[in-house]
C-alpha cells in the first residue's frame, strides 16, 4: 500500500536560516509522482513540484530546492534563507501512475519562521 | 481565470440532514477529487472521479456520495451527515494528459455538524 511519512510535525526556524523538511513514501509501483504543496495561513493550497519517478534530478527554484533519492524513498524540500512568508504547512503527496489514480498526502509539517 | 470554485464556503448543519457541497472547474479537466483535512491527519481522499461517469473511492469513502454527470461539476453529497463529517473539505481537478499533473484546488467548505 502506498504511505507518506512526514514525520516533523512542526519546525521553528529564525528568519534567515536554512530549513529541511523530510518526506519519505512507500510504494510497490514502479510509476509514480511526488508532490509538494504548501498552504499557508489563509488556507489555500498552492503547488510547488511535481517529480516522477524516472526523474532523480534534483531541481532547485529560487530559495527552494527538492532532493530526490528512490534508493530512500525520500523527496525532501529544503528553503534556503528562510523568509517569514514561508510560513506555512507544507504537504508531501504520492500519486501512483499506473492504474489507479488515488492521491496520497502526508500529514503535513507546519514551518514557523520568526522574524 | 482558471479555477476551481465550491460553495458554500461555510455550512453549519444538524446531524442527518442532507446536504450537498458543489465544486465546479473551468479547465476542462479530466480528474476530479474530494479531500477532507483534519488536524493532525493531513488532506485524506475522499473519492476520485477520472472523467464523466467514472468515480472511484479514496481513502475514507464511508459516509460520502459523488456524481459525475458533467465534467465541469464535481458534487459531493452527505446524505445523513454525523458530527465525525465536521472537517474542511476540499475540491481539486488536474489533467492526466500532458506533462503537468499538479492538482488545482478549491477554497475549501468548511463544514459543522452538530
Known amino acids: 500500500a502506498q504511505k507518506v511519512t512526514q514525520a516533523q510535525t512542526e519546525i521553528s526556524v529564525v528568519e534567515k536560516e536554512d530549513v529541511t523538511l523530510d518526506c519519505v513514501y512507500e510504494?510497490?509501483?514502479?510509476?509514480?509522482?511526488l508532490f509538494w504543496y504548501k498552504q499557508p495561513p489563509s488556507g489555500e493550497l498552492v503547488f510547488l513540484i511535481r517529480?516522477?519517478?524516472?526523474?532523480?534530478q534534483n531541481e532547485i527554484s529560487g530559495r527552494y530546492s527538492w532532493n530526490f533519492q528512490k534508493s530512500t524513498s525520500s523527496f525532501n524540500f529544503t528553503i534556503t534563507a528562510s523568509q517569514v512568508v514561508d510560513s506555512a504547512v507544507y504537504f508531501c503527496?504520492?500519486?501512483?501512475?499506473?492504474?489507479?489514480?488515488?492521491?496520497?498526502f502526508g500529514t503535513g509539517t507546519r514551518l514557523k519562521v520568526l522574524a | 481565470e482558471a479555477q476551481v470554485t465550491q460553495n458554500p464556503r461555510y455550512l453549519i448543519t444538524v446531524t442527518g440532514k442532507k446536504l450537498t457541497v458543489t465544486c465546479s472547474q473551468n479547465?476542462?479537466?479530466?480528474?476530479m477529487s474530494w479531500y477532507r483535512q483534519d488536524p493532525g491527519l493531513g488532506l485524506r481522499q475522499i473519492y476520485y472521479?477520472?472523467?464523466?461517469?467514472?468515480?472511484d473511492k479514496g481513502d475514507v469513502p464511508e459516509g460520502y456520495k459523488v456524481s459525475r454527470k458533467e465534467k465541469r461539476n464535481f458534487p459531493l453529497i452527505l446524505e445523513s451527515p454525523s458530527p465525525n463529517q465536521t472537517s474542511l473539505y476540499f475540491c481539486?481537478?488536474?489533467?492526466?494528459?500532458?506533462?503537468?499533473?499538479?492538482?488545482?484546488f478549491g477554497p475549501g467548505t468548511r463544514l459543522t455538524v452538530t
Open positions: 481539486a481537478s488536474s489533467t492526466r494528459q500532458g506533462s503537468s499533473y499538479e492538482q488545482y
Open positions: 503527496a504520492l500519486s501512483e501512475g499506473s492504474g489507479t489514480y488515488k492521491y496520497i
Open positions: 510504494t510497490r509501483d514502479t510509476t509514480y509522482y
Open positions: 479547465m476542462n479537466h479530466e480528474y
Open positions: 517529480r516522477n519517478s524516472f526523474d532523480e
Open positions: 472521479s477520472m472523467n464523466v461517469e467514472v468515480t
